[in-house]
């Protein structure tokens, strides 16, 4: 038998060698060919597939100007001949050099060597926070409504600025699902004209500590447990809730994630917030502090509890997904960027409230936010490593006119982010990453480190020198240079500790919880006592509920309720605190440009209304999805969904299909349609999809004699949110209507005043 197995292998071996000799090519003569290739690959070099419309990302150029290359130059599929590193072309990547076709892999094998080498160093360490992130490139323009208080180039009115913008989960890894409850990063990198400026920030406009050096304390908490490295990328974990409850001051953000502010629906519809109090100087040297904000044009939604938890199954890219597929169909996502403003007073407060203090917001009502300037995310990143992954920001990115304050967590965050970075990217040069570059010239005197890609010209990158002709020189006060504020530092005595005003913990928890929906209070309610329930230690829970019972005695019942243990009294007094409606989500309307709508058909139903429909929901702005029983096409149309591939956490409407209008003697059809005739039954997945949709306060509808198979799954018209009618335009205007609105918020069971 060996000698068999030795003859066949052989016999296969002289066979290779043979076809290989056959292939040779004239000009190397005595070479073997590439090995025959079984699969339909393309045997003459040609162009690969160019990109898809809109998706190149704007220039960026090097450290000392240069253009770094279009995207195109940097896709290595481009060229017709595989290369090794060195740029020798290559007859084979599929084989290894062995001695013998059973022999060993033989040390000289360059190629096969460095190609195992660079793939084992493909990765680098994601974020110690932040890791799972999506971004896109985009354009701001300045409105000129701030030149009163910031002389920054950018904010000028009509100035245009290329942006990339970062959106990312805080406590999951790199692989984690997109929906969990949590703060949300909103990172913007403007490549200003006079250098760079990193507006990094969260969509939940206060934090969990007030002291940066308390950082480590409250990721470790929220971090997977180190025994067993579970659970990822939630809260709803002992660690977590024994940080919190024993740290009072993390409550506001607490009950900010634990509201539906936790589960955005979209990155396209999150508010967006600096969370400091930074500083403005306009061009009289006049200061003033002021608060970020980003405000979505769609308006801030969020999921339902129960749709992020079945979106982390069944599509855990949602958001990743939902940004680049808008940005791709046209539909740009947009924010207006405004500022809060305030007196530049020795206090450092407003209305009673310490403006350094990250823990306190001060409410819209007190203090509007007048906008600024609007930014558009137009374009995709061309490559999710080189752009996003490598992205670096830093809050001590900041143009002439935007300073910092003296809040104790921005100062950590200063020292902070270039710190990790270092590691991240491995050394101090990663400022020359193409996404990193700043567009305005650099000319410092950095020299060297790992990965420099510069080639620094002259001898003398010191100063003073006279060898280089003195320069580079420092700007002076008529060159636009970056000027430190001269602020006061207060006479004081060095300490570890926090001003008095930073001791209250409750009063705007208060407020939030004040300025909630019944709605919006019942969804706070289910998250404490989910995560919570999730809990083990009965000690913790216990702490916690005590601090909802300084909260809010309704909040702490329930919620003690659900863990099935005694609501504690209120050890403080339960001051009553003035809402701010604008932190409720629920009341307002809003364009439903870039929404889904899943439209069900089935193969004899009425496709001239589909057709129609689709193209009004595409002049709507929003994404019609055809839902189907099976792949492929019905009729004219492309099924994009079906029953098995479509669930209705993707959409925010659902329609069913109904059938053409049958002649007067046709006879019954058949009883297995999705928008059956009336009195037959739907698909059981179908079925599934409008209970869903039903429970999660969406829209649902029906045409012709699609209505009648509504009515049979259980919704009639006249139920709220469920829209009727004989033909698909009317109803869908009225679906346009009700989707302004996000939800159908009296669906959702309330228990709270
Ligand atoms: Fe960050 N944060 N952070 N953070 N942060 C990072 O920097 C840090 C804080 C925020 O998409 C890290 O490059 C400290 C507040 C965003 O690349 C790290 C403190 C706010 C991102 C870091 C804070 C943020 C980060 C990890 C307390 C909202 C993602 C990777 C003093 C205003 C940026 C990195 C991206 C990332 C430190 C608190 C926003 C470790 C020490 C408050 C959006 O440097």
Redesign the pocket.
């Known amino acids: 038998a060996a000698k068999n197995i030795k003859d066949a292998v052989e016999s296969t071996a002289e066979k290779a060698l043979d076809k290989a000799a056959e292939l040779a090519t004239p000009d190397i003569p005595g070479r073997p060919g590439p090995h025959p290739v079984p699969f339909d690959e393309p045997t003459e070099p040609r162009e690969p597939l160019p990109p898809k419309g809109d998706q190149s990302a704007p220039d960026t150029r090097s450290a000392t100007g240069a253009p770094s290359g279009a995207p195109e130059d940097v896709r290595t599929q481009q060229g017709a001949f595989l290369t090794t590193s060195q740029g020798a072309r290559l007859r084979d990547s599929d084989h290894s050099l062995k001695a013998g076709p059973r022999g060993p892999i033989l040390m000289q094998d360059h190629h096969f060597r460095e190609k195992i080498t660079h793939f084992d160093h493909e990765r680098i360490p994601e974020?110690?926070?932040?890791a799972r992130?999506s971004?896109a490139h985009g354009i701001f323009e300045g409105y000129g409504t701030a030149a009163d208080v910031t002389h920054a180039a950018f904010l000028q009115e009509g100035v245009t600025t290329p942006v990339f913008t970062?959106f990312?989960t805080v406590l999951g890894s790199r692989g984690s699902a997109d929906t969990v409850r949590d703060t949300r990063?909103?990172?913007t990198k403007f490549y200003t004209a006079e250098g760079t400026f990193d507006l990094?920030?969260?969509n939940i406009p206060v934090?969990f500590?007030q002291d940066?050096i308390k950082?480590p304390d409250v990721i470790h908490a929220g971090k997977p447990h180190p025994d067993r490295e579970i659970p990822q990328a939630q809260s709803a974990h002992d660690t977590f809730w024994d940080f919190v409850s024993l740290h009072t001051e993390a409550q506001h953000h607490t009950i900010w994630n634990m509201s539906d502010r936790g589960i955005p629906r979209s990155y396209r519809m999150m508010e967006g917030?600096?969370?400091?109090t930074f500083r403005m100087v306009n061009a009289e040297g006049g200061t003033s502090l002021v608060k970020f904000h980003w405000k979505p044009t769609l308006g801030v939604h969020s999921l339902t509890w129960e749709e992020a938890q079945f979106i982390n199954g069944i599509d855990p890219d949602f958001h990743r997904r939902d940004l680049a597929d808008a940005i791709e169909a046209g539909a740009f996502p947009e924010w207006e960027l405004g500022i809060q403003v305030f007196e530049d007073n020795p206090e450092q407060e407003f209305a009673g409230i310490d403006l350094l203090d990250?823990t306190k917001i001060v409410p819209e009502e007190l203090a509007p936010v007048q906008p600024i300037g609007r930014l558009t995310l137009n374009a995709n990143p061309t490559n999710f490593f080189a752009e996003t992954e490598q992205?670096?920001?830093h809050?001590g990115h900041l143009p002439p006119g935007i300073d910092v304050t003296d809040d104790p967590?921005?100062q950590?965050?200063l020292f902070?982010?270039i710190?990790?970075?270092i590691t991240?990217l491995g050394g101090p040069n990663f400022s020359q990453i193409p996404v990193n570059r700043p567009h305005a010239p650099v000319n410092d005197m950095f020299r060297d480190g790992f990965h420099q890609h510069a080639v620094h010209a002259g001898v003398a990158p010191y100063k003073p020198n006279s060898l280089d002709g003195g320069c580079p020189f420092f700007a002076g006060a008529d060159d636009r240079a970056f000027e430190d504020t001269p602020v006061k530092v207060t006479e004081s005595t060095k300490l570890r500790a926090n001003p008095a005003t930073f001791d209250d913990h409750f009063s705007q928890v208060r407020l939030f919880w004040a300025s909630m929906s019944p709605v919006e209070k019942e969804h706070i309610i289910r998250a404490y006592a989910f995560e919570l329930g999730k809990c083990y230690e009965d000690a913790i829970k216990a702490r916690q509920l005590q601090h909802l019972a300084n909260i809010d005695p309704v909040l702490c019942q329930e919620v003690a309720t659900a863990l099935g243990m005694p609501a504690p009294e209120p050890t403080v007094e339960l001051t009553p605190e003035t809402p701010s409606p604008a932190l409720s989500q629920v009341g307002g309307t809003w364009p439903a440009d870039g929404r889904m709508i899943g439209i069900v058909v089935d193969p004899d139903g009425d496709l001239g209304g589909v057709e129609a429909l689709r193209a009004a929901i595409f002049s709507a702005g929003a994404v019609p999805l055809v839902v189907g029983p099976h792949g492929g096409k019905i009729g004219p149309l492309t099924v994009q969904r079906t029953f098995a591939t479509g669930r209705s956490v993707e959409f925010d409407a659902l329609l069913l299909a109904g059938h053409p209008k049958p002649a007067p003697d046709a006879v019954p059809s058949r009883d297995d349609k999705a928008g059956a005739p009336a009195g037959l039954t739907l698909d059981p997945r179908v079925q599934l999809m409008l209970d869903e949709m039903w429970r999660h306060a969406k829209v649902i509808g029906a045409w012709g004699d699609g209505v009648a198979a509504l009515e049979a799954a259980g919704y009639g018209g006249g139920l709220p949110g469920v829209v009727t009618g004989d033909d698909a335009g009317p109803v869908f205007a009225e679906v346009q209507d009700l989707m302004a609105s996000h939800r159908v918020w009296e669906r959702f069971p309330v228990t709270v005043a």
């Open positions: 974020r110690v926070v932040h992130g971004g970062r990312s990063g909103f990172a990094v920030a969260n934090f500590i940066g950082f917030f600096g969370v400091h990250p992205v670096a920001f809050p967590l921005l950590a965050r902070s982010y710190d990790t970075q991240r």
